[in-house]
């Protein structure tokens, strides 16, 4: 192995450290509590060494986000690949995205909330933000009738996404999630 070589497996190394420290800190004490001084002592590195990988919190946000994109589509892909029937796969889907939102509520912030400086539905949208949509995609489609699988899809996410936002923040009670669940896909998802 070249010097070059292990130098970025370092690198890529500090930076995984780097990302997983943030979005700890941010699921135990919230993303105010993520600050450059903080994870450098944290990770015993100095600030200098933080912003040579990352700009700025912006950045690290954006990092949370794209790992949680990408965790976000493997847990519905698994979810529905393991359901029989598309409005099984479709309910699947939406416990998986709502119950994907309840465990991380950092990570869900970092991908939905906060500006981590990533584009979302245009040509530059990074490959886990495009790869996450189509895991909705995947199994909406199906269910979709005659409205464009596309628009159908994310007025399903918004639907997903204001349910998991607005019980998350006591603006809705938790103990008719089940009911809201049924009433989203039963009234959205047609065979």
């Known amino acids: 192995m070249s010097v070059q070589e292990r130098k970025e497996r370092e690198r890529a190394a500090r ?8 979005r700890e800190l941010a699921e135990q004490q919230g993303w105010d509590a993520v600050t450059t001084r903080r994870l450098a002592e944290r990770i015993e590195y100095s600030q200098p060494v933080l912003y040579s990988h990352f700009r700025g919190k912006r950045e690290i946000i954006g990092a949370v986000a794209l790992q949680g994109a990408t965790e976000l589509a493997a ?16 309910a699947a889907l939406a416990r998986a995205y709502l119950d994907f939102a309840e465990r ?5 912030d970092a991908l939905f909330e906060l500006d981590g400086g990533l584009a979302y539905a245009q040509e530059d949208t990074p490959e886990p933000l495009k790869d996450a949509f189509a895991a909705l995609l995947e199994t909406l489609t199906d269910v979709a009738g005659d409205a464009h699988p596309g628009l159908f899809t994310e007025t399903f996410w918004a639907a997903l996404h204001g349910l998991a936002s607005l019980t998350r923040t006591g603006r ?3 103990a008719d999630t089940e009911q809201r669940l049924e009433l989203i896909v039963s009234r959205l998802a047609t065979t």
């Open 172 to 174: 809705l009670p938790p």
């Open 75 to 90: 847990a519905v892909r698994a979810a529905t690949s393991a359901a029989d029937g598309p409005r099984a796969r479709v």
């Open 15 to 22: 930076e995984r450290l780097i990302v997983a420290t943030a």
């Open 104 to 108: 991380n509520p950092a990570v869900y």
